[in-house]
C-alpha cells in the first residue's frame, strides 16, 4: 500500500509534470468514473490513440471511398459503351439477315427464269432440224466445264 506521504509525492510529480489544470481534470475524470487515476490517465491515452486511428483511417478511408467511386463511375461507362456495341452488333446481324434472305430471294429468282429459259431454249432444239448437233455440243461443254475431257 501506499502510504500518505508517497501519495503527496506522487500527487506532486504528477501535478508538477501536467500542470494544476489538467491534474484537477484527471483527478475528476478518476472520480467520475469511479477509477484511479493511473486508470483514467491510461483510459484518455487509449481513447486519444483511438482519435488519433480514426483521423488517420478516415482519411485512408475517404480516399478509398473516392477511388471505389471513379472505379464504379469508370465501370458504368464501360457498360454503357459496351451495350452501345452490342446494339452496333445486333443491326450488323439484322442487316446480314436481311442480306442473306435478299441474296436467297434473287438467287431463287434466277433459278426459276433460268429453268424458263432452258425450258424454251429446249423447246427450241427439239423443234429444230439441228437438234442432235446441239445436243452433242452441249454435252461436251458439260463435261469440259466438269473437267471431264
Keep these: 500500500m501506499m502510504n500518505s506521504k508517497s501519495f503527496s509525492n506522487a500527487k506532486s510529480v504528477v501535478h508538477s509534470k501536467i500542470g494544476p489544470q489538467h491534474y484537477e481534470t484527471l483527478e475528476w475524470i478518476a472520480t467520475t468514473r469511479g477509477i484511479s487515476m493511473t486508470q483514467a490517465l491510461r483510459s484518455l491515452l487509449e481513447e486519444a490513440r483511438q482519435q488519433e486511428t480514426e483521423a488517420i483511417l478516415g482519411s485512408r478511408l475517404d480516399g478509398l471511398a473516392r477511388t471505389l467511386t471513379g472505379v464504379i463511375e469508370q465501370q458504368a461507362r464501360h457498360a454503357t459503351r459496351i ?67
Design 83 to 149: 451495350e452501345a456495341l452490342v446494339s452496333i452488333l445486333r443491326g450488323i446481324e439484322n442487316a446480314q439477315v436481311d442480306r442473306e434472305t435478299q441474296i436467297l430471294q434473287t438467287q431463287g429468282a434466277v433459278v426459276g427464269m433460268t429453268q424458263l429459259v432452258y425450258a424454251h431454249l429446249l423447246a427450241m432444239v427439239e423443234g429444230s432440224s439441228r437438234a442432235d448437233e446441239i445436243s452433242a455440243s452441249a454435252q461436251k461443254k458439260i463435261q469440259a466445264l466438269r473437267g471431264e475431257a
